[in-house]
């Protein structure tokens, strides 16, 4: 089993900056693709930004340019940095993981429990 477990949300004001962390533990031979997602009340969850072993980035629309993600290979962790928050990015954003437990070619997803982001106008 592989747990993912989130921190760095709060409140925040309009404009300012947070630092979301999730770091993966358990069986893990390889971590392929890290990510992370939001869902606001009443909306579906939808992909924030994602990050492959390599270190290549994909990035929603609404994040490109005011957030950053980053990977620690060793520490099997993932980093949003957000700056410039708006109030519409108010939301739980959760983690991700497509983690390959043992050598042989089986991957599996996995979430964590999820951090609130509250901003405030």
């Known amino acids: 089993q592989v747990q993912l477990v989130e921190s760095g949300g709060g409140l925040v004001q309009a404009g300012g900056s947070l630092r979301l962390s999730c770091a993966a533990s358990?069986?893990?031979?390889?971590?392929?693709?890290m990510g992370w997602y939001r869902q606001a009340p009443g909306k579906q969850r939808e992909l924030v930004a994602l990050?492959?072993?390599?270190?290549?980035?994909t990035y929603a629309d609404s994040a490109k340019g005011r957030f950053t993600i980053s990977r620690d290979n060793a520490k099997n962790t993932v980093y949003l940095e957000m700056n410039s928050l708006k109030p519409e990015d108010t939301a739980v954003y959760y983690c991700?993981?497509?983690?390959?437990?043992?050598?042989?070619?089986?991957?599996?997803?996995?979430w964590g429990q999820g951090t609130q982001v509250t901003v405030s106008s």
């Open positions: 991700n993981a497509n983690v390959r437990p043992t050598p042989r070619p089986y991957e599996y997803d996995y």
């Open positions: 358990g069986s893990i031979f390889r971590i392929n693709v």
């Open positions: 990050i492959i072993s390599g270190g290549t980035t």
